[in-house]
């Protein structure tokens, strides 16, 4: 069975940093897609970044362009995602999620991710 377990959610000022982890256990496939989506109450849930761990395509919803950036470390079951330059509408809670067969290409924010985290809260205050 898959887990995914967020961390790194915070409070922070408008215009500060934070790095988000996430952690994937019992994953056995060696390829993935690993993406992180937003949800802020009264909203829809958005995509905000995606990487395939496989070919190493990146993939960023416009908004966080050139703020946002998601990485991977040595192993595949773990992802960040590096925030700067954060504003009040950056606030939410942050998932994490997984897609078995890798990304999708310029459909991979739209394509089904198999397993999800709890989230974890960030809060961007003005």
């Known amino acids: 069975q898959v887990h995914v377990r967020e961390s790194g959610g915070d409070s922070v000022q408008a215009g500060g940093s934070l790095t988000l982890s996430c952690e994937v256990f019992g994953y056995t496939h060696n390829r993935a897609c690993m993406g992180w989506f937003r949800q802020a109450p009264g909203r829809e849930r958005e995509a905000v970044a995606a990487l395939d761990t496989y070919t190493g395509s990146l993939y960023y919803t416009d908004s966080v362009k050139g703020r946002f950036t998601i990485f991977q470390k040595n192993i595949v079951s773990a992802v960040y995602l590096d925030m700067s330059s954060l504003r009040p509408d950056d606030g939410a809670t942050y998932f994490c999620?997984?897609?078995?067969?890798?990304?999708?290409?310029?459909?991979?924010?739209?394509?089904?991710?198999?397993?999800w985290g709890q989230g974890t809260q960030v809060t961007v205050s003005s």
């Open positions: 999620a997984v897609r078995d067969r890798g990304c999708a290409g310029q459909s991979t924010f739209r394509a089904q991710f198999n397993h």
